[in-house]
């Protein structure tokens, strides 16, 4: 398993704080450490994530098609493919926000089908979530943001929560930032304190939703190696969904392609690079694909979709 190689570069927006990233770089490497040291050791040789046959829809269209997936404990795996593909469906149904027309997803052991809102509950505490966008709360501190899941779903004082909230802060670099509003931060940092958040409940599963949009190659870059870091200290599996290729190449130990719905290929990097597929060349080459539309068609299946 690759190991992530922390070269302490600094994003757009870090760059105005100068030498001061010099002793947060310390802090961070003493933080992670800390938290490699007390990780989980419970890594089995069963899937966290195991689909099958997973159908869905939008009211008539079909936007899946019989996908398979599964994901193993350490594993960094990439879902990627061009707009349109099923990327964002196949997320939100892994996380439970969707109901499947057919097939089976079990996540940690729970079938998401037949679990009770108890066992959802308990399997929510376990998976972090890095939204697109960061979705912080801008009304919110960056520490009150970080300390949020701990504040709904554990019994910890308050002085244990904020001793957590900003350990993780430094683990991505942010120490010192917890009084800081939102407003505040750069891109960068928006994201890297999201992620502090989606980990501060040490979940086994990890998800990002485009974790590289709206960033900057070097900001971008930064993030990748620090998503490898937290899988090799932490242990934690993590599941990214991206369209940026030099993100997912960089990252990924599997990768899952999908177009129009079906998983053209799961492989590691060197077999998506070296599939003849057509249309994954086309991906990995940016060359647009030509569609010839049916007005009738398109028309007829809008109807279809509002009735």
Do not use: C
Not at 24 to 52: E, G, K, N
Not at 145 to 162: G, K, M, S, Y
Not at 276 to 294: C, G, T
Request: hydrophobic share 40%; proline share 3%.
């Amino acid at each position: 398993m690759r190991r992530a190689r922390w070269r302490g570069r600094r994003g757009a927006g870090d760059h105005a704080r100068g030498g001061a990233f010099d002793h947060r770089d310390r802090d961070r490497r003493h933080a992670v450490l800390v938290l490699s040291q007390s990780v989980r050791t419970d890594v089995s040789d069963q899937p966290l994530i195991d689909v099958t046959g997973l159908h869905a829809y939008y009211g008539k269209r079909r936007i899946l098609h019989g996908i398979d997936f599964r994901v193993m404990p350490g594993e960094i795996r990439v879902i990627m493919g061009g707009s349109g593909s099923g990327k964002s469906t196949l997320l939100r149904h892994l996380l439970g926000l969707q109901t499947p027309a057919a097939g089976h997803i079990r996540v940690l052991g729970t079938d998401l089908a037949i679990a009770s809102a108890a066992e959802k509950l308990a399997l929510r505490k376990q998976i972090g979530v890095s939204f697109q966008g960061g979705a912080l709360f801008t009304s919110m501190s960056v520490g009150d943001n970080v300390a949020l899941p701990l504040r709904e779903h554990t019994r910890l004082d308050e002085n244990t929560i904020r001793i957590m909230s900003r350990l993780k802060l430094e683990v991505v670099n942010l120490g010192g930032f917890q009084d800081l509003m939102p407003a505040q931060l750069s891109g960068g940092m928006v994201k890297r304190a999201a992620l502090a958040r989606a980990i501060v409940m040490d979940p086994k599963l990890l998800f990002f939703d485009e974790p590289s949009a709206g960033l900057d190659p070097v900001v971008s870059a930064e993030l990748d190696e620090l998503i490898l870091q937290l899988r090799d200290a932490l242990r934690m599996s993590i599941v990214v969904v991206t369209h940026e290729l030099e993100s997912a190449f960089k990252i990924a130990d599997t990768i899952t392609v999908l177009d129009h719905g079906h998983v053209l290929l799961t492989g590691t990097v060197e077999q998506v690079r070296a599939s003849d597929n057509e249309r994954i060349q086309d991906l990995l080459n940016r060359r647009p694909r030509e569609v010839e539309v049916n007005v009738d068609d398109y028309l007829r299946r809008l109807t279809e979709e509002q009735s």
